[in-house]
């Protein structure tokens, strides 16, 4: 009989380190994490104790990834039929949690939102406090990116793909700057346009939203992502 055999199903464990979110999925062989951005790691348990070699850059591991995948609570949520991304149900994060630096983020209840729901970023240190987010493109190309989006001051938009480099969440990662945002004008929710903008890849990106004064609340409803043929 093996023993193990009551064990067979992975299973799901969730955390927050520094204000990223992240999923451990434990199996009998394998232990996955995945962060709050994309990132992913598969070591496997037998052969690599000690967690030297990840596995998840690795193409052979796919399926091993797409299967434990299946127990993640961060799932990577799709666009509507239009384009559109709900803010809150994108994978996001800010700089750092709320207590070591000042810049935190919750959910909140909008009447005049899409779909009632809205993301809050309050940050508090001026540039390099930011709040980002993870999204999934198809295919590379030049797109329309539009935010519907409440601003207390300015900010600048920037993306990057994700990359597995923890070093990505530090402010002064390189990433292409996208377009300055100013205070907007209305009582709720302001639609900024950032033009046409080209992906030269497909697979995760971050757009990030770094404050440009030194504290500010920005309310983020959705994000239209419209491929132009
Ligand atoms: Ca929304």
Not at 6 to 19: C, F, T
Not at 106 to 118: I, L, T, V
Not at 193 to 213: I, P, Y
Request: charged share 25%; proline share 5%; with cysteine.
């Amino acid at each position: 009989m093996n023993p193990q055999a009551d064990w067979d199903k992975p299973v799901l464990m969730s955390s927050e380190e520094e204000g990223i979110r992240y999923d451990v999925v434990l199996s009998n062989d394998y232990r996955m994490t995945r962060f709050a951005t994309g990132e992913t790691e598969l070591y496997h348990l037998d052969s690599d104790p000690h967690e030297f070699t990840n596995l998840a850059e690795n193409p052979e591991y796919e399926g091993v990834i797409a299967k434990l995948s299946e127990r993640l609570s961060l799932r990577q949520s799709e666009p509507d039929a239009e384009g559109w991304w709900e803010a809150e149900d994108l994978p996001h994060q800010t700089s750092s949690d709320f207590g070591q630096r000042g810049n935190f983020h919750y959910p909140q209840d909008y009447s005049e939102a899409s779909q009632g729901e809205a993301v809050c970023a309050d940050l508090n240190k001026g540039a390099g406090s930011y709040i980002e987010f993870a999204f999934k493109i198809d295919r590379p190309g030049h797109y329309n990116l539009s935010i519907s989006l409440n601003a207390e001051g300015s900010c600048t938009l920037s993306t990057a793909p994700v990359v597995n480099d923890a070093k990505q969440a530090d402010a002064g990662y390189p990433m292409k700057k996208l377009m300055s945002i100013e205070k907007t004008q209305s009582e709720t929710f302001d639609l900024v346009s950032a033009g046409v903008v080209r992906f030269d890849q497909a697979g995760l990106h971050l757009l990030r939203f770094s404050s440009q004064v030194p504290k500010q609340q920005l309310t983020i409803d959705r994000i239209p992502l419209l491929h132009r043929n």
